[in-house]
Antibody, heavy 118, light 105 residues
Framework: QVQLQESGPGLVKPSETLSLTCTVS????????WSWIRQPPGKGLEWIGY???????NYNPSLKSRVTISVDTSKNQFSLKLSSVTAADTAVYYC????????????WGQGTLVTVSS | SYELTQPPSVSVSPGQTARITCSGD??????AYWYQQKPGQAPVLVIY???ERPSGIPERFSGSSSGTTVTLTISGVQAEDEADYYC????????FGGGTKLTVL
């Protein structure tokens, strides 16, 4: 059973870069597509993007210019960087995993709230 | 960009059948997935590939597809089924519907 745990700052200043890391346990980093998904308070889910262990990525077109997802296979971790943040980027950020690209999200982390505020 | 449309809310009495729809132009060609999200919790996959049920999901949850609309059906709704439900599909990227709040009266 794959388990995912997000970590990173809970508060980020406007115009700065949001950085989060997801630590994977109970499964091989080479067996899944690793995603980031966010949910603004009281709103719906928004897919940010995914990465495969090989390094291939796919990003939400609406966020693509500001997003970088990377993977560190040696640490069983993958990471999210979102640049030039504004208050609209305030959300619960989930790391997640699926067996195949563009299909079901089978495993989810518990989520971490990131607030963008000065 | 590709969009999935869900009704904002559905209400049913306990024991009745709840149907939540999700519409999108690519649904005839792409599978749909359904997630249940309770307050303060991460989403849980309840239906995959339009109508398949993951292990551990009660049999009262079922899915179907017809043309550009997919439907999540919950038969014999229980109080514990009160939650937000999201459909998901993809074309070149993953897309979520706006979510439907299921209220059990």
């Amino acid at each position: 059973q794959v388990q995912l745990q997000e970590s990173g700052p809970g508060l980020v200043k406007p115009s700065e870069t949001l950085s989060l890391t997801c630590t994977v346990s109970g499964g091989s980093i080479s067996s899944y597509y690793w995603s980031w998904i966010r949910q603004p308070p009281g709103k719906g889910l928004e897919w940010i993007g995914y990465i495969y262990y090989s390094g291939s990525t796919n990003y939400n077109p609406s966020l693509k210019s500001r997003v970088t997802i990377s993977v560190d296979t040696s640490k069983n971790q993958f990471s999210l960087k979102l640049s030039s943040v504004t208050a609209a980027d305030t959300a619960v950020y989930y790391c997640a995993a699926g067996h195949e690209a563009l299909t079901a999200i089978d495993y989810w982390g518990q989520g971490t709230l990131v607030t963008v505020s000065s | 960009s590709y969009e999935l449309t869900q009704p904002p809310s559905v209400s049913v009495s306990p024991g009745q059948t709840a149907r939540i729809t999700c519409s999108g132009d690519a649904l005839p060609k792409q599978y749909a997935y359904w997630y249940q999200q309770k307050p303060g919790q991460a989403p849980v996959l309840v239906i995959y590939k339009d109508s398949e049920r993951p292990s551990g999901i009660p049999e009262r949850f079922s899915g179907s597809s017809s043309g550009t609309t997919v439907t999540l059906t919950i038969s014999g709704v229980q109080a514990e089924d009160e939650a937000d439900y999201y459909c998901q599909s993809a074309d070149s990227s993953v897309v979520f519907g706006g979510g439907t709040k299921l209220t059990v009266l």
